[in-house]
């Protein structure tokens, strides 16, 4: 399936300072996910994004998808210990659509 | 309601063995999904089935590995005469329907981490 590309591969943050992880696409996305990955853990499902320049917040955390529907951004406002772990954009791939077509991540490591 | 469940969470083999790894979706989901993790990688997809049926199993190498989802009891996923590069994380995820553009998720379970010594 055709590939996302994820930056930065890895950030290290002061708690309290703000974190950004970039997502793109060569071609136009139908929808993008985000999930989050702790140490040891499962990916977890964070939220989808289907329209074009759409920006959603939960908390801290801002999502937004590009207006071509090629890149999308997670933002996370000063961190905190408990956002530690690996963020992944997601697209979906596949004839019906349901392979999930995971970036390599963002390793998010926060200094307390 | 529980989630998607999979055991075991840790499995250890040697070369040559064999691995059964099993999942349980969440109550009311009849598709399932197994993705690999490599170190440091992100998760590939590798088969998707529904009960009785196999419908996309192209992420599955074509050799030692398969998978089931029988009328019932768990899905499968089996390696056979397992080599050191099989060694992954294997997650498991569900969802009540195939098609992801209606704003379905898949839910993963929280994997069997497979050594091959």
């Known amino acids: 399936g055709q590939q996302v590309m994820q930056i930065p591969q890895y950030q290290h943050v002061q708690e309290g300072e703000d974190f950004t992880t970039y997502c793109n696409s060569s071609?136009?996305?139908?929808?993008i996910q985000w999930y989050k990955q702790r140490p040891g853990g499962h990916p977890v499902f964070l939220i989808q994004?289907?329209?074009?320049?759409e920006v959603k917040k939960q908390k801290r955390l801002t999502f937004q998808f590009g207006e071509a529907k090629k890149n999308s951004s997670l933002h996370i406002t000063a961190t905190q210990t408990t956002d530690v772990g690996t963020y992944f954009c997601?697209?979906?791939?596949?004839?019906?659509?349901?392979?999930?077509?995971f970036g390599k991540g963002t390793k998010l490591s926060v200094i307390p | 309601n529980a989630g998607v469940m999979q055991n075991p969470r840790h499995l250890v083999r040697r070369r040559g063995q064999e691995a059964r790894l099993r999942c349980s979706p969440m109550?009311?989901?009849?598709?399932v999904y197994w993705y690999r993790q490599l170190p440091e990688e992100g998760l590939k997809f590798m088969v998707y089935?529904?009960?009785?049926?196999?419908?996309?199993e192209s992420g599955m190498p074509k050799e030692r590995f398969s998978a089931e989802f029988p009328k019932e009891g768990p899905s499968i996923l089996r390696i056979q005469q397992v080599v050191r590069g099989d060694s992954a994380a294997y997650f498991c995820?569900?969802?009540?329907?195939?098609?992801?553009?209606?704003?379905?998720?898949?839910?993963f379970g929280p994997g069997t981490r497979l050594t091959v010594l």
């Open positions: 995820a569900s969802s009540p329907r195939a098609s992801l553009d209606t704003g379905d998720t898949q839910y």
């Open positions: 071609t136009t996305l139908s929808n």
């Open positions: 994004l289907v329209k074009s320049g």
């Open positions: 997601v697209r979906n791939s596949g004839a019906g659509s349901y392979q999930l077509t």
């Open positions: 109550k009311g989901h009849s598709h």
């Open positions: 089935l529904q009960k009785e049926n196999i419908i996309d």
